[in-house]
């Protein structure tokens, strides 16, 4: 399971999940993806937050391009899939988990960052899909995810034109929902994790795997969908608990500071 090009750390209830590949500005080779597959299959129960960040100058330079040897169509599928299996594992895993983004967020970086549930930026970050130049396609679940964050219009120009987004522009974009300034994106990215590792687990599961899901629903199903879950969430006993503490005054109200 050890990669020696990703390093995962945990501190206390949150795993931190480091490409450590700089000399490659962080190019996910197969071997790196995998690994990261396994590592949220592995994750400790006792993990309730994630954070992914790359070391180095950039986040992640996308697929590894020394890799992309003749395939045929069917090789070439089964390539994609894996990385579909491996994000798959990101967005739909156990816990929540925060890109802490930072330079180059290109190609399947942007794949990646896009399967994670909060995105932290700095202000050196820039995101790319060079798949357009380069003569191939997102392969990495980029097609269905990138639209869902910064529109089908948007990428589609991203892809014909070569258009780079900065951090700022991108964040208007709704690439990512923080934007921070340099060499801080890691400790939002840890904050974050440290508020998120505090929600009940039910309902950090219920904005992880059923709200993406019933945003996808027809409004009918979606909100047949919503009353299970949320009848699900409120009958645990970690929402009775929380409850009775707001009402009896010993929980923090919701304040704008
Ligand atoms: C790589 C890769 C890579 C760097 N695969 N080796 N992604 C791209 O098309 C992006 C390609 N990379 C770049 O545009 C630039 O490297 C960066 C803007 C990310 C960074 O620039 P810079 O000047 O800091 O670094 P560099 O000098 O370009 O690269 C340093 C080394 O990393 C160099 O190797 P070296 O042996 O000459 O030192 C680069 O070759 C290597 N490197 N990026 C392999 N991507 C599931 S489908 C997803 C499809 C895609 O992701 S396509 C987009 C691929």
């Not at 050890?2 to 209830?13: Q, S, T, V, W, Y």
């Not at 396994?38 to 006792?46: E, I, M, R, S, V």
């Not at 994000?87 to 399967?115: D, F, N, T």
């Not at 998120?196 to 629903?217: D, F, G, K």
């Amino acid at each position: 399971m050890n990669h020696p090009d990703l390093h995962i750390e945990l501190r206390e209830h949150i795993a931190i999940i480091r490409l450590t590949r700089a000399a490659k500005r962080n190019a996910l080779s197969d071997g790196l993806i995998l690994a990261l597959r396994d590592a949220f299959d592995n994750l400790p129960d006792t993990v309730r937050a994630a954070v992914i960040d790359g070391e180095g100058p950039h986040f992640c330079a996308g697929l590894d391009l020394s890799e992309l040897q003749e395939r045929d169509a069917g090789q070439g599928m089964r390539h994609s899939r894996m990385w579909h299996a491996a994000l798959e594992r990101v967005q739909y895993g156990p816990v929540p988990v925060i890109a802490a983004l930072h330079g180059a967020v290109v190609g399947g970086g942007l794949e990646l960052a896009s399967a994670c549930h909060i995105r932290v930026a700095d202000a050196s970050t820039f995101y790319a899909l060079p798949e357009g130049s380069r003569g191939i396609f997102v392969g990495g679940g980029g097609s269905v995810r990138i639209p869902k964050l910064i529109g089908a219009a948007r990428m589609t120009d991203m892809m014909l034109t070569g258009r780079v987004y900065n951090a700022e522009d991108g964040e208007r974009a709704g690439f990512a929902q923080y934007l921070v300034p340099e060499g801080t994106a890691f400790d939002k990215a840890l904050e974050l994790a440290q508020r998120v590792a505090q929600n009940a687990p039910l309902t950090n599961y219920a904005l992880m795997h059923a709200l993406p899901r019933i945003a996808e629903q027809p409004a009918d199903h979606g909100f047949f969908t919503e009353s299970l879950i949320a009848g699900i969430a409120q009958a645990s006993p970690e929402a009775k608990t929380r409850l009775a503490d707001f009402l009896e005054g010993r929980a923090a109200k919701v304040s704008k500071d």
